[in-house]
């Protein structure tokens, strides 16, 4: 389900199940949904605009709901949220296993919405700017990792230039969006390049899994990673990790590694951070 609140009420403005496409085989899956996999949801996200809300999960696919009026009036909110468009991960082929869907950002400017997967460990870029129609995936980066881990976390600078992600491998990467546009200002063609690698220094073999991504609001000043079970979070500076011209398996040196005050060790978990408003 996808549901949204007014937290000022408490009220259930909508709820709506995960569409199902047709199961012409009969073997209680849809046709374009991976056979070991369910409809759950996985993460759920407002565009920045607030009149889409994006549905990401374990089916593969990113559903983007419109929930507001485009002149965001005093009855702003759709009585009946109306599904405007579908976006699929991974190969198209519900065979494989690679796409579930862990993590999801949309740009500041709401032109480009990044989707973190599962099994094969990649960032998949769409374009939502135009019509829903026309909206469609641009790029796929490959985070890294042997088959099976995750990208469990992603950001973006608030310039839209540069993107942070961490995965079940233990390490980030540090990368830049380059994006081209026509003469109107529609996208049409979007890369990610990898700048850096970041990996974990817990220094320990423990398989402290990266869990979060996230740049400092107010200025990108830094960029940090929480491992999972070392209960450490690595801090980068922004202005190193764009200035960096090194290879993009390594990179530079954090500038403080921060603890929960606990020894490194098994069971001292870290999983999400968040700053401040104020950074």
């Not at 380059?178 to 990898?194: F, P």
Request: hydrophobic share 30%; net charge negative.
């Amino acid at each position: 389900h996808v549901s949204v609140w007014n937290v000022a009420t408490g009220d259930l403005v909508w709820d709506r199940k995960r569409s199902r496409g047709p199961d012409k085989n009969g073997d209680g899956f849809p046709d374009d949904q991976p056979r070991n996999r369910e409809d759950e949801v996985e993460i759920a996200i407002f565009s920045p605009d607030g009149r889409f809300v994006a549905a990401g999960g374990e089916d593969e696919k990113i559903e983007i709901w419109r929930v507001r009026h485009d002149d965001h009036g005093p009855n702003e909110w759709l009585t009946e949220p109306i599904l405007e468009h579908t976006l699929h991960t991974g190969d198209g082929n519900p065979n494989t296993d690679e796409a579930a869907i862990d993590c999801m950002s949309w740009s500041h400017d709401g032109r480009l919405l990044l989707a973190g997967t599962e099994q094969g460990g990649k960032v998949e870029v769409f374009r939502t700017q135009g019509a829903p129609g026309t909206w469609r995936r641009m790029h796929k980066a490959n985070h890294g990792g042997r088959p099976g881990f995750a990208v469990n976390s992603l950001d973006l600078t608030e310039d839209d230039r540069y993107v942070g992600t961490v995965g079940t491998d233990t390490n980030a990467a540090f990368w830049r969006l380059d994006v081209t546009k026509n003469t109107d200002g529609l996208i049409t063609a979007e890369k990610m390049v990898r700048i850096a690698s970041l990996p974990s220094l817990n220094g320990k073999p423990i398989d402290g899994s990266g869990r979060e991504a996230r740049f400092e609001p107010k200025g990108d000043r830094h960029f940090i990673f929480t491992l999972e079970r070392t209960g450490l979070v690595q801090v980068y500076s922004v202005a190193e990790l764009r200035a960096y011209k090194g290879p993009a398996t390594s990179g530079p040196e954090p500038i403080a590694i921060l603890t929960n005050g606990h020894d490194i060790k098994d069971g001292n978990e870290i999983e999400p951070a968040v700053y401040s408003h104020s950074g």
